[in-house]
């Protein structure tokens, strides 16, 4: 499993995406690019690194995400552009975490979409 780099910014080029021209992008979901932009621009305006901050501050089992206080949450929530019902405002966040988590290595191995295989499909 990918272990997390340490908490500066250098080091977690390669395990975060820290730009939005990173080509493991090119097939991730609409709402989920919205976050990972968000993180990037919030990281951006700080002097810590956004992801290492989601990794080690998950949201409250009480409140998720979606009725979290937590201001840190609303900077990143502040820079979304994409109109999100509180539903996928939640799922996009829990994308970001496992992002922070493991890595966008392991997301895209866990969550992207699969090439189809036509012959295991039936016609």
């Known amino acids: 499993m990918n272990q997390p780099p340490n908490n500066s910014m250098a080091s977690s080029s390669s395990f975060y ?3 939005m021209d990173d080509s493991r ?3 991730i979901d609409y709402n989920v690019l919205d976050g990972i932009a968000a993180v990037i621009k919030t990281t951006k305006q700080r002097e810590s690194c956004t992801w290492t901050y989601l990794r080690d501050n998950p949201p409250s089992e009480s409140t998720g995400y979606m009725f979290s206080n937590n201001p840190a949450f609303t900077v990143i929530t502040n820079h979304m552009e994409v109109g999100h019902s509180g539903s996928s405002y939640g799922w996009t966040m829990r994308n970001l975490q496992h992002i922070a988590t493991y890595g966008m290595d392991a997301y895209i191995a866990a969550c992207a979409p699969k090439p189809c295989n036509p012959r295991s499909q039936n016609v």
């Open 25 to 27: 992008l090119s097939d």
């Open 17 to 19: 995406p820290v730009s």
